[in-house]
């Protein structure tokens, strides 16, 4: 069953977005602003690691600082459309810089305890969702200055999967990818491709001309990066998912197609400190922080 859309769109409002590529990581951080306000959010940003050096860097978080800083912008609000596999969050560094509150969908929790048990973080690390400032639920909103955002559940890449639609313009994590990129994997722990393929429909209900902003692009055939398209685009060329595709067919496709990836690179240090809001873990006796490396845990 396809859950209705738990609000009304409004294609009225049409905020300014500007885009930030991640070359590594190839994710796309947006800067979504309130044309009438000067208020904003930042959706997704990416912190930089070396992992085979384990040095961190903040380049890329700097340029969108130095963003917001030179449009004369106020963040309202950090968003992230779900615990990422394949990139560090950014989101406490900026908010240290700028402001803004942090929000995530609250199965967040569910990803807590799963990856709490994988690496063995003990009791001390707390499951409740409390690292971020705002938990939200499916049909919640929120405000952008003048714009109204809302939020709605789209699980199956992860349990915590979030779409934000603000106005004509929908940001969709990686439940979606660009027409020819198809869809997200499902085969993480609490992933499920016939629940991706239902959040994924859900979405394609929003107006045709609503805009989506992808969370990550790879070129594929070597076409340049892209990270916007529209739900007519989507419902019409996907490959994965366009209309007149079952869901058993897409079910088959999905599973059949995970079975031969392998895991994210960056999955173990990217866990880590995205289910504490983009927070390292807390430091050894020693003084310094450390990554853990589970060994059989993940696949």
């Not at 240290?96 to 048990?117: A, C, M, P, S, Y």
């Not at 690496?119 to 001390?124: A, I, K, V």
Request: charged share 25%.
């Amino acid at each position: 069953m396809i859950e209705p859309l738990p609000f009304t769109p409004d294609l009225s409002q049409k905020p300014i977005v500007t885009p930030f590529f991640d070359e590594p990581t190839n994710t796309i951080s947006y800067v979504v602003a309130d044309p009438n306000s000067k208020k904003c959010a930042i959706v997704d940003s990416v912190m930089d690691i070396d992992y085979a050096a384990g040095h961190i860097t903040y380049d890329g978080a700097d340029r969108i600082i130095k963003y917001v800083q030179d449009e004369g912008l106020e963040v309202e609000w950090l968003i992230e459309t779900h615990v990422h596999a394949d990139h560090l969050s950014a989101a406490p560094y900026i908010q240290e810089k700028v402001g803004g509150k942090l929000g995530i969908g609250e199965n967040i929790t569910i990803v807590q305890d799963t990856f709490g048990k994988v690496f063995n973080e003990g009791t001390e690390f707390q499951r409740d969702g409390s690292q971020f400032d705002k938990l939200f639920k499916d049909g919640d909103s929120y405000k952008i200055g003048g714009l109204t955002a809302y939020v709605m559940h789209t699980p199956g890449h992860t349990p915590a999967c979030m779409t934000h639609t603000i106005g004509d313009a929908a940001f969709v994590g990686d439940t979606l990818f660009m027409p020819d990129g198809g869809s997200a994997r499902a085969d993480f722990p609490g992933g499920d491709a016939r629940t991706l393929y239902r959040s994924v429909k859900r979405v394609l209900q929003l107006p045709d001309e609503t805009r989506l902003f992808m969370c990550h692009d790879y070129g594929p055939n070597g076409r340049d990066i892209e990270w916007e398209t529209s739900v007519k685009d989507e419902r019409e060329h996907n490959i994965h998912v366009k209309d007149g595709v079952s869901e058993d067919e897409f079910v088959k496709m999905r599973e059949e197609r995970d079975a031969t990836l392998d895991m994210p690179k960056l999955i173990i240090p990217s866990l880590q400190v995205n289910m504490r809001a983009g927070k390292m873990p807390p430091k050894d006796d020693d003084g310094n922080v450390y990554l853990k490396v589970p060994v059989n845990k993940l696949k």
